[in-house]
């Protein structure tokens, strides 16, 4: 019977939250002190909060993605005669 291995630290989705989470988190700090000036050229929206923000919970739901369904991995087993 194989055995079978969580992919853990190198699943893909792992790495892509990740990656979106750090631009998430630098667009969330420009958001926070963004000049009003700025604010208003964008039809009075702060873009870079929403759109931090929106990649942090996009972050958030990857995760937890990964980690309620993580990807299975057979082991295959070796035996000592080979």
Do not use: C, H
């Amino acid at each position: 019977m194989a055995r079978k291995k969580k992919s853990g630290a190198f699943d893909i989705r792992i790495v892509i939250a990740a990656l979106v989470g750090i631009y998430g988190l630098v667009l969330t700090i420009l958001g926070l002190v963004e000049k009003q000036a700025e604010i208003d050229k964008a039809a009075g929206i702060n873009i870079n909060l929403w759109g931090g923000l929106g990649m942090l919970l996009f972050t958030v739901l990857f995760v937890l993605w990964a980690r309620l369904r993580p990807i299975v991995v057979p082991v295959e087993e070796t035996s000592a005669g080979e």
